[in-house]
T-cell receptor
Framework: SQTIHQWPATLVQPVGSPLSLECTVE??????LYWYRQAAGRGLQLLFY??????ISSEVPQNLSASRPQDRQFILSSKKLLLSDSGFYLC?????????????FGPGTRLLVL | AQSVSQHNHHVILSEAASLELGCNYS??????LFWYVQYPGQHLQLLLK??????LVKGIKGFEAEFIKSKFSFNLRKPSVQWSDTAEYFC???????????FGTGTRLQVFP
């Protein structure tokens, strides 16, 4: 069966520090991968999605970037964190076969920027 | 651009009450519709989805949703809620030719015994 992992679970970082959040998927090949940010009262905002290694689409201009160095690894990064980057970050995967596929979500990383 | 509206931000019910959570979307073409649920301390997971066919879709745990194309709506219903239904519920939509989901802002449901 497929599983999705995210780490760390919780992170407290000072403003201006770098960020690296990791997401890995097991039990499937060539998945679509997604990064979302969940903020209270604002739902889930799609940040990045990837349909393959090295292929990243950015949905929202921001202080963050994403990379996919391996088929089942998706990394969310920042060179300098802002206070507004605080939030709950969710990684998700789906099969590549189309828009009707369910997305499967990881446990999330809660980021607090101070 | 596509958007999803969930007008009920916070719903409080007693056990055995009936539930209906509203979801409206804006997109003129063919859409796929989803309801996801996030129970306290758990991953966001799929509750039900609609692609085509019967507009009344049944999901897990006794939930159902009805797609009404003329109203651009996909409301979630359950005839009798339980305390264990306490969770946050998200409606989502994507257009027929894209893998990207657009989520609503979510509805927090609290069920009291």
């Amino acid at each position: 069966s497929q599983t999705i992992h995210q780490w760390p679970a919780t992170l407290v970082q000072p403003v201006g520090s770098p960020l690296s959040l990791e997401c890995t998927v097991e039990g499937t090949s060539n998945p679509n991968l997604y990064w979302y940010r969940q903020a209270a009262g604002r739902g889930l905002q799609l940040l990045f999605y990837s349909v393959g290694i090295g292929q990243i689409s950015s949905e929202v201009p921001q202080n963050l970037s994403a990379s996919r160095p391996q088929d089942r690894q998706f990394i969310l990064s920042s060179k300098k964190l802002l206070l507004s980057d605080s939030g709950f970050y969710l990684c998700a995967w789906s099969p590549t076969s189309g828009s009707q596929e369910t997305q499967y979500f990881g446990p999330g990383t809660r980021l607090l920027v101070l | 651009a596509q958007s999803v509206s969930q007008h009920n931000h916070h719903v409080i019910l007693s056990e055995a009450a009936s539930l209906e959570l509203g979801c409206n979307y804006s997109y003129g073409g063919t859409v796929n519709l989803f309801w996801y649920v996030q129970y306290p301390g758990q991953h966001l997971q799929l509750l039900l989805k609609y692609f085509s066919g019967d507009p009344l879709v049944k999901g897990i745990k006794g939930f159902e949703a009805e797609f009404i194309k003329s109203k651009f709506s996909f409301n979630l219903r359950k005839p009798s809620v339980q305390w264990s239904d306490t969770a946050e519920y998200f409606c989502a939509v994507n257009s027929y030719n894209t893998d990207k989901l657009i989520f609503g802002t979510g509805t927090r449901l609290q069920v009291f015994p």
